[in-house]
């Protein structure tokens, strides 16, 4: 079946401006995670959604990034006017959600800001 | 303040060799830790886990060894093949964190394994 895909797979955007990066994740899958890769750096975990719900925003680095997610499947990670310090490969992993079921990772979507 | 560290950025090995990459862990409330493995432009795919229950996980040509008192763990491929060029990530999980898995990164270390 179909992996997790995100798009854009690039974006490069001015310092300002607002961004929105999507995840679909597996179909079925109940639990879904942003992380991002930022240079020479480990992933660092961003959001967990259950369902449509996030029970853990505790990784979001500021209250410029927000994400949501609809009908349990689709999400959606909102920069507002980006810093060139939100420079990195962002990451969306989905899992059925039982307990430590594997997560499985899309591509990434690199951002770059200007 | 790195909860999860590879502290050797790479490692390159001759074919046929063992590859031996090393992750050390600083909370000791993780009790579940993975491997991941990464191609470029790729997104990282599971490679194998371990529980801390256990000391061994073995999985084919891939074994996790895990030594809980001294906070290590290490995965050895053998024999390492040219395709296992790769970054490979060391990862762990809480179970404070309940239902929510989510992983806790080293900063990966880049394994070159030369024909």
């Known amino acids: 079946g179909a992996g997790v895909s995100q798009s854009p797979s690039n974006k490069v955007t001015e310092k300002g401006k607002d961004v929105e990066l999507r995840c679909d994740p597996i179909?079925?899958?109940?639990?879904l995670y942003w992380y991002r890769q930022s240079l020479g750096q480990g992933l660092e975990f961003l959001i967990y959604f259950q369902g449509n719900s996030a029970p853990d925003k505790s990784g979001l680095p500021s209250d410029r990034f927000s994400a949501e997610r609809t009908g349990g499947s689709v999400s959606t990670l909102t920069i507002q006017r980006t810093q060139q310090e939100d420079s990195a490969v962002y990451l969306c992993?989905?899992?059925?959600?039982?307990?430590?079921?594997?997560?499985?990772f899309g591509p990434g979507t690199r951002l770059t800001v200007l | 303040d790195q909860q999860v560290k590879q502290n050797s950025p790479s490692l390159s090995v001759q074919e046929g060799r063992i590859s031996i990459l090393n992750c050390d862990y600083t909370?000791?409330?993780?009790?579940?830790f993975l491997w991941y493995k990464k191609y470029p432009a790729e997104g990282p795919t599971f490679l194998i886990s371990?529980?801390?229950?256990?000391d061994k996980n073995e999985d084919g040509r891939f074994t996790v060894f895990l030594n809980k008192s001294a906070k290590h763990l290490s995965l050895h491929i053998v024999p390492s093949q040219p395709g296992d060029s790769a970054v490979y990530f060391c990862?762990?999980?809480?179970?404070?964190?309940?239902?929510?898995?989510?992983?806790?990164f080293g900063k990966g270390i880049t394994l070159s394994v030369r024909p």
């Open positions: 371990i529980s801390s229950i256990k």
């Open positions: 992993a989905s899992s059925q959600g039982q307990g430590r079921d594997t997560q499985y």
């Open positions: 909370n000791s409330m993780f009790d579940y």
């Open positions: 179909s079925g899958h109940t639990a």
């Open positions: 990862a762990a999980n809480s179970p404070l964190t309940g239902a929510n898995s989510k992983l806790t």
